[in-house]
């Protein structure tokens, strides 16, 4: 089993390298990126910023919270720009999520059947 | 009164919503075409809930990249909510190469979009405010006279609403519209900021070739934009062209002495090349310019940085010794 661990060690060591390799946030070092400067010199550029690593960190554990596979995470943040980042951290809980034209139908029949079992409608034929 | 502006633009776009909306041919623009239908906008009907990575495929295989709902879910898709946020699509958009641009909050961008042959992401909601159900669609064009619009939604390949039910559905939707371009391309309509700030997204998340070229587009339309200029130098310089990385950001700051970001960004490359003096010059004045703003703790990093250099190429390492005349 010695290489089993040994193969256990690897990865936990190459997963901890690629998570710390994600807290980086600037791809260069010392270089302010166009995103930051825009969102410097907007009107609300006065305001400290979130420190970025910590709304990083903040959105990685909502996102593993609400069922996003952890490997994939480190991608969907890599997307976005720290001001994003710093926004999204604020509003995965509520922000519209897009996801199922379906239901609306479901809500009309459900107003539908209500009405039809009060009586104020006959629209489901009883034979 | 600063902060109070952003109530009351919301508290009017609400009571412009509680007015019905006018049909399509009112609003719509002289030199629009009457009728568009995008038919060769591809279909993937969604699965359940996944109506943001099947909309956001459509619309990036319209713009020619290959990629399926199924690549782009465990990029955008959130299992406990049962759907996608509006800016993890933007986020997937930039992963594939594409320059994710968000529109007005008017229908007239959307009308200019699909007459320049895009599709158009939109957001929808499809109850009512207090009770939302959230759905992206695409819509694929309208019919003026009709006065429907065409949408690929859901798992209807060809869906016509009436076209005030939709833009209520889509201002209900908090008028989230998207279409995603080629490097390169800027709509007719594009506001150089947005479009920027768009550009800036993609140099964020390390999509440099994508940038570059959306950088470059924007300096072509409008060369006395600052930020362009930086950004473009900010590609050039993660690509190693230090040269032209010098010559836009210089650019930057000759168009907007007092943007802090592109100074420190001069700064840092003079420290590279060597030229201390300018480093130092340019440094200073970049922290003055960032105190108080979001960069001031980059800025005074690079100073550090450059001030200690500076101190030990200034300073003799020999100095305990004795030399001959």
Request: net charge negative.
């Amino acid at each position: 089993m010695g290489i089993e661990r040994f193969r256990r060690a690897c990865v936990a060591l190459l997963s901890a390298s690629i998570v710390s390799l994600g807290m980086q946030a600037p791809a260069v070092a010392g270089v302010v990126g166009t995103a930051e400067a825009i969102a410097a010199r907007q009107d609300d550029g006065a305001r400290a910023l979130v420190d970025a690593t910590l709304a990083r960190a903040d959105v990685r554990a909502q996102l593993e919270g609400m069922g996003v596979d952890p490997t994939a995470i480190e991608g969907r943040l890599d997307a976005l720009s720290e001001a994003e980042i710093a926004a999204l951290a604020g509003q995965i809980e509520q922000a519209p999520a897009g996801g199922d034209a379906l239901a609306v139908i479901g809500i009309v029949f459900v107003v539908l059947i209500i009405l039809e079992l009060v009586g104020v409608i006959d629209i489901f034929k009883k034979t | 009164m600063i902060r109070g502006a952003p109530v009351i633009a919301t508290l009017a776009v609400a009571l412009t919503g509680c007015a019905s909306s006018p049909p399509l041919a009112d609003g719509l623009p002289a030199s629009a075409p009457r009728v568009i239908e995008l038919v060769a906008t591809p279909f993937f009907p969604q699965e359940d809930y996944q109506c943001g990575p099947a909309a956001l495929a459509t619309l990036l295989v319209a713009s020619g990249v290959e990629v399926s709902p199924a690549d782009l879910a465990p990029e955008v898709y959130l299992p406990e909510r049962r759907g996608s946020l509006s800016l993890e699509l933007i986020g997937a958009a930039r992963r594939h190469g594409r320059l994710p641009y968000v529109l007005a909050t008017t229908a007239d961008e959307m009308v200019e979009e699909l007459a320049a042959g895009r599709p158009v992401l939109v957001l929808q909601n499809l109850r009512v405010s207090q009770l939302p159900r959230w759905h992206y669609a695409v819509l694929i064009g309208y019919d003026a006279e009709r006065n429907v619009a065409v949408l690929r939604s859901g798992r209807e390949r060809r869906l016509e609403m009436k076209w005030q039910r939709f833009a209520g559905s889509w201002h209900r939707g908090g008028r989230f519209a998207l279409t995603t371009l080629r490097p390169g391309d800027i709509p007719g309509h594009a506001e150089p900021a947005r479009f920027i700030a768009a550009a800036a997204g993609l140099e964020a998340a390390g999509q440099r070739r994508a940038a570059a070229a959306a950088f470059d587009a924007a300096i072509a339309r409008w060369p006395n934009e600052p930020h362009a200029w930086l950004g473009r130098g900010n590609v050039a310089y993660a690509d190693g062209d230090r040269a032209a990385a010098a010559d836009a950001w210089s650019r930057a700051v000759m168009l907007d002495p007092h943007d802090a970001a592109a100074r420190n960004n001069l700064a840092e490359l003079l420290l590279e090349a060597g030229c201390l003096d300018e480093s130092r010059r340019q440094i200073e004045r970049a922290s003055a310019l960032a105190a108080g703003t979001s960069l001031e703790s980059t800025v005074s990093e690079s100073r550090s940085k450059i001030d200690a250099t500076a101190r030990a190429a200034a300073r003799c390492q020999l100095e305990d010794r004795a030399w001959p005349d």
